[in-house]
């Protein structure tokens, strides 16, 4: 059973636009929530983070939002730069380091 | 730099032949692991390790073993390989925080 979804396996965004990335989770354990970027030939590199106490993280073009709610995340890449093109991953964690990964969008920022 | 390595990137190999996978880290990380991702499925956990003593295993860890021969090394190994094991693996560590450090990643197809 999946704990984390990203229901949109691709996104194309102009260059300069906003891109939005979805998530989604089932669990209401998870306090840790975080996006990795993936280029083709690489590992996974981590890109942002947010605890569960927070509703907002933002790291430069990068903003992570916590809606606890709904449970639902989000990242916000604003302006969007080709260089960004990649596969994102979202993943959460519970307490006790168990790590749970989204299935990935691929982003596609078109100059 | 501190780093994840894993040997080989690439391999090629045949149905029934054993395969090890090998990573390394100079992250002075004691927690290590081993995922795999597949079109559509994410990354999945295959053994995760705490510390050299400690093995368990993760959520496919059917027909895949492990072996932490230090702090720094973790191999992954296939008895016998099938087809449906073709993917990519990943290597990762982490501190206390749990977030993983990826690795770059080793392509293996089983034909």
């Known amino acids: 059973d999946q704990q984390v979804k990203q229901n949109s396996p691709s996104l194309s965004v102009q260059e300069g636009r906003i891109s939005i990335l979805n998530c989604d989770y089932t669990n209401s354990m998870f306090d840790y929530f975080l996006w990795y970027k993936k280029y083709p030939a690489e590992g996974p590199t981590f890109l942002i983070s947010?605890?569960?106490?927070?509703d907002k993280n933002e790291d430069g073009r990068f903003t992570v939002f916590l809606n606890k709610s709904a449970k639902h995340l989000s990242l916000h890449i604003v302006p969007s730069q080709p260089g960004d093109s990649a596969v994102y991953f979202c993943a959460a964690s519970i307490p006790g380091n168990q790590f749970y990964f989204g299935t990935g969008t691929s982003l596609t920022v078109i100059p | 730099d501190a780093d994840v390595t894993q040997t080989p990137r690439n391999r090629i190999t045949k149905t029934g032949k054993r395969i090890m996978l090998e990573c390394s880290q100079t992250?002075?990380?004691?927690?290590m692991y081993w995922y795999r991702q597949d079109p559509g499925l994410g990354l999945r956990l295959i053994y995760y390790s705490f510390d050299v003593k400690d093995i368990n295993k993760g959520e496919i860890s059917d027909g895949y073993s492990v072996s932490r021969q230090a702090q720094a090394k973790f191999s992954l190994s296939l008895e016998s390989a099938i087809p449906n094991q073709t993917a990519l693996y990943f290597c990762?560590?982490?501190?206390?925080?749990?977030?993983?450090?990826f690795g770059p990643g080793t392509r293996l197809t089983v034909l």
């Open positions: 990762a560590t982490s501190d206390l925080s749990g977030r993983r450090d």
């Open positions: 947010i605890s569960s106490i927070k």
């Open positions: 992250k002075g990380h004691d927690r």
